[in-house]
């Protein structure tokens, strides 16, 4: 790749002391009410910002955050890339709500800083053609940036080497929609990126067709950050997927049942795997906000004609980000299907799984997760999984066909469903019965047997009248789990 993409930086209008008022929001004070110091700061956990220059071409590159501001004392910067000649005043703020000392990730401490466009090319091999390991052994990119203007050709071959580093290296790319309604940005085009939009709804919704693979009409966003701009929205997602990987990688076999090891990246358990990470953001996101930080809320998700063939609404994605849930989804463990465990099969009311190899081809084409309702309660549920990309120089693609459904084996019916065909994603939001038993099964949509891996995270809460928070007792569930009207069961 030789081409200079262009590169177009998203509206900004916000002030320093703005940065913390959206903690409430997105579940980080109940967070900290919980774990007090125990709390997950992203300590461990490298990462990659990425930024458009203001520069043009021509002109000095000006691209990285202010390293000097007192918000990244104490941090690491590196410079891959040509060295930025001067500060950002965009990428300082990204960084302040990715890795800033008064966000919510404050434990970030080795960030590489990097123009967009030699990111870009850094994703092209230079003496082979296998995916490199990411900068600094990192495992999340954050991008408050969007390109227009590439050939089709340019365009797709970005989309399959930013997927192929997801799948490969477990290398989270988190990514900001347009500030627009009408018109989708290149990276937002990815299958296996976090796309991150806005609590207000006022960002680009859906994929543009870029080829025969990335099709259009995929749903964009996957969830939304209480804030006024993309740019800001997408650090703070990248944040707390920064503190779900620490989760899985410190509590390591305690809370996943395997792990990988990456050249270059080391061990990535399955708490922290790239699916897991995305499948706990998105069951743990709120459907209904009650935001002190901004008049934005989520009032009437999925109304009308804003339901999505994956389980979604076409302007929040999975809703707004709540760190709470999405951190109770890892800490409560992996938790085996019936089909691969010996015991029963039963759930907790929080938790994921990893499946890696799912599909019919010497392996289980349905995985079964039975849940008893010992109260009314409500249900989140994501499965996620990637796109693959063959780590040679074809770049050849494959996109597996999972379907999510919930049956009511007390009523004997489906409850829900979620079947989508163009999509890597399935997703339920759905209210449980009392006394009710329950079967929440991932099934194959194809024809014929394959192989494949999945995460699926859900997370299961009492019914309320109101979108008020919860009281306090409810964030020992881990602890007290069986009061609250679910079967409790973990497996060891």
Same mark, same amino acid.
């Given at each position: 790749?030789?081409?200079?993409?262009?590169?177009?930086?998203?509206?900004?209008?916000?002030?320093? @002391?703005?940065?913390?008022?959206?903690?409430?929001?997105?579940?980080?004070?109940?967070? %900290?009410?919980?774990?007090?110091?125990?709390?997950?700061?992203?300590?461990?956990?490298?990462?990659?910002?990425?930024?458009?220059?203001?520069?043009?071409?021509?002109?000095?590159?000006?691209? +990285?955050?202010?390293?000097?501001?007192?918000?990244?004392? /104490?941090?690491?910067?590196?410079?891959?890339?040509?060295?930025?000649?001067?500060? $950002? $005043?965009?990428?300082?703020?990204?960084?302040?709500?990715?890795? *800033?000392?008064? @966000?919510?990730?404050?434990?970030?401490? #080795?960030?590489?800083? &990097?123009?967009?466009?030699?990111?870009?090319?850094?994703?092209?091999?230079?003496?082979? %053609?296998?995916?490199?390991?990411?900068?600094?052994?990192?495992?999340?990119?954050?991008?408050?940036?969007?390109?227009?203007?590439?050939?089709?050709?340019?365009?797709?071959?970005?989309?399959?080497?930013?997927?192929?580093?997801?799948?490969?290296?477990?290398?989270?790319?988190?990514?900001?929609?347009?500030?627009?309604?009408?018109?989708?940005?290149?990276?937002?085009?990815? &299958?296996?990126?976090?796309?991150?939009?806005?609590?207000? *709804?006022?960002?680009? #919704?859906?994929?543009?067709?870029?080829?025969?693979?990335?099709?259009?009409?995929?749903?964009?966003?996957?969830?939304?950050?209480?804030?006024?701009?993309?740019?800001?929205?997408?650090?703070?997602?990248?944040?707390?997927?920064?503190?779900?990987?620490?989760?899985?990688?410190? +509590?390591?076999?305690?809370?996943?049942?395997?792990?990988?090891?990456?050249? /270059?990246? @080391?061990?990535?358990?399955?708490?922290? #795997? +790239?699916?897991?990470?995305?499948?706990?953001?998105?069951?743990?996101?709120?459907?209904?906000?009650?935001?002190?930080?901004?008049?934005?809320?989520?009032?009437? &998700?999925?109304?009308?004609?804003?339901?999505?063939?994956?389980?979604?609404?076409?302007?929040?994605?999975?809703?707004?980000?709540?760190?709470?849930? $999405?951190?109770?989804?890892?800490?409560?463990?992996?938790?085996?299907?019936?089909?691969?465990?010996?015991?029963?099969?039963?759930?907790?009311?929080?938790?994921?799984?990893?499946?890696?190899?799912?599909?019919?081809?010497?392996?289980?084409?349905?995985?079964?997760?039975?849940?008893?309702?010992?109260?009314?309660?409500?249900?989140?549920?994501?499965?996620?999984?990637?796109?693959?990309?063959?780590?040679?120089?074809?770049?050849?693609?494959?996109?597996?066909?999972?379907?999510?459904?919930?049956?009511?084996?007390?009523?004997?019916?489906?409850?829900?469903?979620?079947?989508?065909?163009?999509?890597?994603?399935?997703?339920?939001?759905?209210n449980l019965a009392m006394g009710h038993h329950y079967q929440l099964s991932v099934k194959s949509g194809e024809a014929n047997p394959f192989a494949w891996d999945y995460a699926l995270a859900w997370h299961m809460k009492p019914?309320?009248?109101?979108?008020?928070?919860?009281?306090?007792?409810? &964030?020992?569930?881990?602890?007290?789990?069986?009061?609250?009207?679910?079967?409790?069961?973990?497996?060891?």
């Amino acid at each position: 790749m030789h081409k200079q993409y262009w590169l177009c930086l998203m509206a900004l209008h916000w002030a320093p @002391g703005a940065v913390a008022d959206y903690k409430n929001d997105i579940g980080y004070a109940a967070l %900290q009410t919980l774990l007090g110091a125990n709390t997950p700061t992203g300590d461990g956990v490298n990462v990659v910002q990425a930024e458009a220059s203001l520069a043009a071409i021509d002109k000095p590159t000006v691209y +990285a955050p202010n390293i000097a501001d007192t918000q990244f004392s /104490g941090k690491t910067f590196y410079f891959p890339g040509t060295p930025s000649a001067l500060v $950002s $005043s965009h990428a300082t703020s990204v960084g302040w709500r990715f890795y *800033g000392n008064e @966000g919510i990730a404050p434990g970030i401490k #080795r960030i590489a800083s &990097y123009d967009a466009n030699e990111w870009l090319q850094s994703l092209v091999p230079s003496k082979t %053609q296998v995916a490199l390991p990411p900068v600094n052994a990192s495992r999340i990119a954050n991008h408050s940036w969007i390109a227009g203007g590439e050939p089709a050709d340019a365009a797709g071959l970005v989309l399959r080497l930013v997927d192929r580093q997801v799948q490969h290296n477990e290398f989270i790319q988190v990514v900001g929609m347009n500030n627009n309604v009408s018109n989708a940005p290149l990276m937002g085009s990815a &299958y296996n990126v976090i796309a991150v939009g806005r609590t207000d *709804g006022l960002q680009d #919704r859906g994929s543009d067709a870029v080829d025969a693979v990335y099709a259009a009409g995929r749903t964009r966003p996957d969830l939304v950050a209480p804030q006024t701009t993309t740019s800001a929205a997408t650090p703070i997602v990248a944040a707390a997927a920064a503190l779900l990987v620490e989760t899985g990688h410190k +509590a390591a076999l305690a809370v996943s049942n395997g792990s990988i090891n990456i050249d /270059g990246v @080391g061990t990535v358990y399955n708490g922290e #795997r +790239a699916e897991t990470v995305k499948a706990a953001l998105m069951a743990g996101a709120d459907r209904i906000t009650d935001n002190t930080s901004t008049t934005a809320n989520i009032a009437d &998700y999925r109304a009308g004609s804003h339901q999505t063939v994956n389980g979604l609404d076409d302007r929040f994605g999975a809703g707004q980000l709540n760190i709470l849930q $999405s951190y109770q989804i890892i800490a409560a463990g992996e938790q085996d299907s019936l089909e691969d465990d010996s015991g029963a099969g039963d759930i907790t009311a929080a938790g994921f799984d990893y499946d890696g190899a799912f599909g019919g081809l010497d392996s289980n084409i349905t995985a079964t997760y039975k849940i008893t309702a010992l109260a009314d309660l409500n249900l989140t549920a994501s499965l996620v999984w990637n796109l693959g990309v063959s780590n040679d120089s074809s770049l050849v693609t494959s996109l597996h066909d999972l379907d999510l459904e919930l049956f009511d084996t007390t009523a004997q019916t489906s409850t829900a469903f979620s079947a989508s065909k163009v999509d890597n994603s399935e997703n339920l939001w759905v209210n449980l019965a009392m006394g009710h038993h329950y079967q929440l099964s991932v099934k194959s949509g194809e024809a014929n047997p394959f192989a494949w891996d999945y995460a699926l995270a859900w997370h299961m809460k009492p019914l309320q009248t109101a979108p008020v928070p919860l009281p306090s007792a409810f &964030y020992l569930f881990v602890g007290a789990i069986g009061s609250l009207g679910w079967l409790s069961r973990r497996k060891a």
